[in-house]
T-cell receptor, first 113, second 117 residues
Framework: GQQLNQSPQSMFIQEGEDVSMNCTSS?????WLWYKQDPGEGPVLLIA?????ELTSNGRLTAQFGITRKDSFLNISASIPSDVGIYFC?????????????FGKGTLLTVNP | NAGVTQTPKFQVLKTGQSMTLQCAQD?????MSWYRQDPGMGLRLIHY???????DQGEVPNGYNVSRSTTEDFPLRLLSAAPSQTSVYFC????????????????FGPGTRLTVL
């Protein structure tokens, strides 16, 4: 099946620093999604990307849909303590996998005040 | 709207027991799905449904059954629980899967934490 490789696995940063994480795949994805999960909660959608090359922002978050349709990145600027959590990339593939959302393994973000 | 609700929040089973995890949504969403989340594995799709009466397998369907008799409900059944099914289970729903409508945002429930002894 389709797989997403997400990196880094974890990050420890100081408050105020910028953060970057990315996802890559060996196959093409038609939609890229970025989720954040707080402890004990379900994932919450942060940004959705629908076209190759698309760059979308949501407050301090910026994400891009790679031109090759096989990768995406998420940037967080000027991190704050409430950014702590697990960030997941996810995507819908093409053809028969159009209804199946594939998730990366997540990036655990820790922000030191 | 309550969104996506899941019950129970926590459950402990013995090997071989059966149980049903409940999921309901009040947003009239067509698409519903079940994921399991294990440490270091991200979320993996178990089963999904694109509408009432229609279900299909995801990435890790073995040991689980689903049915979709109504738009609102999508229960997940474990017929004979095994320790390998210890996990956190999330149900999700979205309006539909049409990229053209850009309405495939999936809303997740709060999860059910299942331990199988």
């Amino acid at each position: 099946g389709q797989q997403l490789n997400q990196s880094p696995q974890s990050m420890f940063i100081q408050e105020g620093e910028d953060v970057s994480m990315n996802c890559t795949s060996s196959s093409i994805f038609n939609t890229w999604l970025w989720y954040k999960q707080d402890p004990g909660e379900g994932p919450v959608l942060l940004i959705a990307l629908y076209k190759a090359g698309e760059l979308t922002s949501n407050g301090r978050l910026t994400a891009q849909f790679g031109i090759t349709r096989k990768d995406s990145f998420l940037n967080i600027s000027a991190s704050i303590p409430s950014d702590v959590g697990i960030y997941f990339c996810a995507g819908y593939g093409s053809g028969g996998s159009n209804y199946k959302l594939t998730f990366g393994k997540g990036t655990l973000l820790t922000v030191n005040p | 709207n309550a969104g996506v609700t899941q019950t129970p929040k926590f459950q402990v089973l013995k090997t071989g027991q059966s149980m049903t995890l409940q999921c309901a949504q009040d947003m009239n969403h067509e698409y519903m799905s079940w994921y399991r989340q294990d440490p270091g594995m991200g979320l993996r799709l178990i089963h999904y449904s694109v509408g009432a009466g229609i279900t299909d397998q995801g990435e890790v369907p073995n040991g689980y059954n689903v049915s979709r008799s109504t738009t609102e409900d999508f229960p997940l059944r474990l017929l004979s629980a095994a320790p390998s099914q210890t996990s956190v289970y999330f149900c999700a729903s979205s309006q539909d899967r049409s990229i053209a409508k850009r309405s495939d945002t999936q809303y997740f429930g709060p999860g059910t934490r299942l331990t199988v002894l």
